[in-house]
């Protein structure tokens, strides 16, 4: 190995032993199922659930992922935590949204009508390798990767209505998880493995709910419960918290709301008279991405854990930026230092 490839090994090295981590906690199940009453604390104030965290520099955060429509149709884009790099992965008239990065980095998937319907699509991190890999007459929609990377849970109307199917990532193995008449949407796998949070009407009259079950469909839980609509649920990358978005303060006024994973201390971060919604946490907990209509139009904002300093980082004015995502890991961004 010579003396370039030694040094950009060390690097990566380096970044690797001081990126904060988290360690993967078992959440355990409350006893009645039912959530805690909500508390609405102001953005500004630190949150005891949070643990205090040294803040990484922005650049060892990794790169979000998100949906675009700037250049006429949605597209999926990523750039860096800053904002900067933003950069177009697909290229079609159809709409290509909802993307999700693949656990070690390297992947993206996401929902495309490309084919006529909506179907599950997996590409590579820099856009190549297309594949259509749920390949289905009925619609595929919001897929969400399983912490190691070999399977995806989606929602699917194949059984005529939404339901949620778990298959393996080539779009093999294909298994329903929920079976009843009403909508299960939205799923999203814990990153210890133990649970996929979703969103129902199984248990209202016309408003959606956040629910949590066994990765094999068992022991569905509710976790909110009022008169209005709860969607996007997210975890915490030790799965000890769940982000969820809520139309509980009024048409028009979506929040974002992190809760334990029992659905004990809902917790209001932000507090502002537009949509704030589709939350995601950064690999080390310390921020949370998210999309926000505060600027007249969509724009995916970034914000601290405990809901202050909000900043718009995807700064497109007249188009919308939706959707972010993520990585999981910085390893494979800099794996071409090496091998080059």
Do not use: C
């Not at 490839?5 to 690797?16: I, P, S």
């Not at 009645?32 to 922005?58: I, K």
């Not at 990153?191 to 199984?202: E, H, K, L, Q, T």
């Amino acid at each position: 190995m010579n003396m370039l490839r030694m040094f950009a090994f060390g690097t990566v090295l380096a970044l690797l032993l001081f990126v904060p981590t988290t360690s993967v906690a078992e959440s355990s199940p409350s006893g009645d199922g039912g959530p805690s009453a909500a508390t609405d604390a102001p953005p500004g104030g630190v949150l005891p659930s949070v643990p205090a965290r040294q803040r990484a520099p922005l650049a060892a955060t990794g790169r979000i992922v998100y949906m675009s429509d700037r250049n006429g149709n949605w597209e999926i884009y990523v750039m860096n935590a800053d904002g900067a790099g933003q950069t177009r992965l697909t290229n079609n008239s159809a709409s290509d949204v909802t993307p999700r990065w693949s656990p070690d980095g390297r992947q993206i998937v996401s929902r495309s009508d490309r084919d006529g319907n909506w179907e599950i699509y997996v590409m590579n991190a820099d856009g190549s390798g297309q594949t259509n890999i749920s390949n289905h007459p009925a619609d595929d929609s919001y897929p969400s990767w399983s912490p190691d990377g070999s399977k995806i849970v989606f929602r699917s109307s194949r059984d005529g209505d939404q339901e949620i199917y778990v298959m393996n990532k080539d779009g093999t193995g294909v298994v329903q998880l929920t079976f009843n008449t009403k909508v299960d949407s939205d799923p999203s796998w814990s990153p210890n493995g133990m649970y996929i949070a979703f969103v129902s009407d199984r248990d209202t009259t016309g408003t959606d709910e956040v629910y949590r079950m066994n990765a094999d469909g068992g022991a569905p839980t509710r976790l909110t419960n009022n008169s209005a609509d709860d969607w996007y649920p997210t975890w915490s990358p030790d799965s000890s918290t769940i982000l969820f978005s809520t139309w509980r303060h009024g048409t028009g006024l979506g929040e974002i709301y992190r809760m334990n994973a029992d659905g004990a201390n809902q917790t209001r971060l932000t507090n502002n008279a537009v949509n704030d919604w589709a939350a995601v946490y950064s690999p080390d907990s310390v921020y949370i991405a998210f999309s926000s209509s505060r600027d007249g139009n969509h724009e995916v904002y970034r914000m601290n854990a405990d809901g202050t300093e909000q900043m718009n980082i995807s700064n497109t004015p007249g188009f919308d930026d939706r959707y972010p995502d993520w990585t999981q890991k910085t390893f494979w961004l800099l794996l071409p230092l090496i091998v080059r």
